[in-house]
């Protein structure tokens, strides 16, 4: 392996991409084959590239993955509270979902003999309507896992209309197929999360050199992929380019759920139920303004997601809405005490791996749960509200250590992370 070796004169490049070994680092010499004499120079990215495509023929080759074993919904739900707390209208209209789309995989696999053999289930992709920090990305993710089927998790922010700078929406599908090990057939029945789905609405005159004009373009990219096609997926990402090789997908199978914010949708709706109770009273009225965004969001209809920004051909291909409500006080308290990976716990475990019993009390961890509610950011705010106050206490740990206990209190919560740790840590020595 030389970079310096190969050429008699002038620059020494791969020769295949042309790059310099400055650019793609150091090259392998390939030997020639008589009665041929010159040496041939191949970079690593090449060789990676060349790698990529063999094992993604052999990836199709492979026999197809065993048959699932779909869970009941009931089954379904009750792996999902073991980590997300709340949520349990979303949580059983989205074990249904997920369940049918799978039983609908086992009836094109095994085909069944009676009087519906004829019939043919279609596919019915997602859309999670809600609050940030509430659960939608979790709720997906421990779906995927207890399934065992691959899951990739993107950001239709980066998604652009092709020709724009950005991302074509087929890197969507590289994510599933490296979620998949490479295994085209495996990732044909996985699940693909799109989140900020609600960023690719058409424009109201906001105009960005990154996104094409009008905002609709990535929404018509994303048409056929949802519904079903066989997508040309670039080997390494990016942009497509004629000279290219492409991994083959058949995207029928794949289920697709969408989820965003959809900030001020509540106020589309507010205003569509405001103007159909015109003549029953100005009472009926009233009460619809009162209504939290939780109860309008749980009234949306395709009119609404069309009015905030959402093209009908793509609202029609997403039509199982799920509307996730905010996190109340007392639930952020279990989330941060009940899931198995619950954020008290964590730190519980990385005090322990230095030897200190880390506990808080009752009404810390209140404490914590108010702060966290009041941001608004749902239980993402959590961590941002523990880390504010466990940072200077982790870094002086080695004062803790001799202790081997230490109690967190509302006090030290309450200091907005301005708390005199010096005297936090004589306090707990002094009740120790």
């Known amino acids: ?31 020639p084959r008589p009665p041929k004499t010159e040496v041939h120079l191949v970079c690593g990215q090449c060789l990676q590239l060349g790698l990529t495509v063999v094992q993604a023929d052999q990836a199709r080759s492979k026999t197809k993955p065993e048959a699932l074993r779909v869970p009941c919904p009931q089954e379904l739900v009750e792996h999902l509270d073991r980590y997300v707390i709340g949520q349990e209208a979303a949580k059983m209209t989205m074990a249904v979902a997920v369940v049918n789309h799978y039983k609908r995989l086992s009836a094109l696999a095994e085909p069944t003999d009676g009087p519906f053999r004829d019939v043919e289930l279609s596919k019915s992709n997602i859309l999670m309507v809600g609050p940030t920090g509430c659960g939608k990305t979790l709720i997906a993710d421990t779906l995927a896992k207890t399934l065992d089927v691959p899951f990739a998790v993107s950001d239709a922010t980066s998604l652009t209309q092709a020709g724009y700078v950005g991302e074509d929406v087929e890197s969507l599908l590289l994510r599933l197929i490296m979620a998949a090990d490479g295994n085209v057939a495996a990732a044909e029945r996985g699940i693909v999360y799109i989140d900020e789905i609600d960023k690719i609405a058409a424009s109201r ?24 096609t066989v997508a040309n997926v670039p080997q390494a990402g990016g942009r497509k380019h004629p000279e290219q090789q492409y991994i083959q997908i058949n995207t029928s199978n794949i289920l697709f759920i969408c989820g965003g914010a959809f900030i001020g949708l509540d106020e589309t709706i507010g205003r569509r139920i405001g103007k159909r109770q015109i003549g029953f009273g100005s009472e009926a009225t009233a009460e619809n303004a009162e209504q939290s965004k939780d109860d309008l969001l749980s009234q949306v209809t395709p009119h609404d997601l ?27 308290v279990e ?65 803790i250590k001799p202790m081997g206990k230490f109690t967190i209190d509302e006090e030290t919560i309450d200091a907005d992370g301005k708390a005199d740790i010096g005297k936090l840590i004589e306090r707990v020595k002094a009740t120790a």
């Open 335 to 399: 989330i941060l005490l009940k899931p198995r990976h619950a954020l008290i716990r964590q730190y519980q475990k990385l005090f322990h791996m230095d030897g200190v019993d880390l506990q808080f009390t009752e009404g810390a961890i209140r404490a914590i749960a108010r702060k966290a509610h009041k941001h608004g950011s749902g239980a993402r705010g959590l961590r941002s509200v523990v880390e504010q106050i466990m940072i200077p206490i982790n870094f002086r740990i080695a004062e």
């Open 1 to 31: 392996m030389n970079g310096n070796m190969g050429k008699s004169s002038g620059p020494v490049v791969c020769d295949l991409c042309g790059q310099p070994a400055k650019v793609v680092g150091p090259f392998i010499e390939m030997a």
């Open 205 to 228: 005159g906001n105009v960005s050199i990154t996104r094409d004009v009008g905002g609709e373009g990535v929404q018509q990219a994303l048409l056929k992929m949802l519904e079903g």
């Open 306 to 332: 069309h009015e905030y920004g959402m093209i009908p051909e793509f609202i029609g291909r997403l039509p199982i809405v799920v509307t996730i409500r905010h996190l109340t006080e007392d639930q952020l």
